[in-house]
């Protein structure tokens, strides 16, 4: 089993940024990709951004693509995803995932074998 636990979010102005944390735990090692989700009210949850576990290969929704950037520290097993330029379209419940495939640093369906618990980014206009 893989743990994830998210925080950062919270409530910001149009145009202000917001860093997200994933700090993840137990059997890491099955882990190949790292990514975040978000699902907004009413709406069914998308992908936004993945990164390998190892390596340098990074992937964007393209609604985020040059506002959101995907990193990682593995001295301290958490992924980060710094979010720039925010837009109240970017209002949701944002997830982070963990998963044994290459599915979210590469085009196609996106899959997770473990979600955190998800936390709140609201964007005021």
């Known amino acids: 089993q893989v743990q994830l636990v998210e925080s950062g979010g919270g409530l910001v102005q149009a145009g202000e940024s917001l860093r997200l944390s994933c700090a993840t735990s137990?059997?890491?090692?099955?882990?190949?990709?790292m990514g975040w989700f978000r699902q907004a009210p009413g709406k069914g949850r998308e992908f936004v951004a993945g990164?390998?576990?190892?390596?340098?290969?990074?992937y964007y929704a393209d609604s985020v693509k040059g506002r959101f950037t995907i990193s990682r520290d593995n001295a301290k097993n958490t992924v980060y995803l710094q979010m720039n330029s925010l837009k109240s379209e970017d209002t949701a419940v944002y997830y982070c995932?963990?998963?044994?495939?290459?599915?979210?640093?590469?085009?196609?369906?996106?899959?997770?074998?473990?979600w955190g618990q998800g936390t709140q980014v609201t964007v005021s206009s």
């Open positions: 990164i390998r576990w190892s390596g340098t290969s990074t």
């Open positions: 995932a963990a998963d044994r495939t290459i599915s979210m640093v590469v085009p196609g369906p996106k899959s997770a074998d473990y």
């Open positions: 137990g059997r890491i090692f099955s882990i190949y990709t």
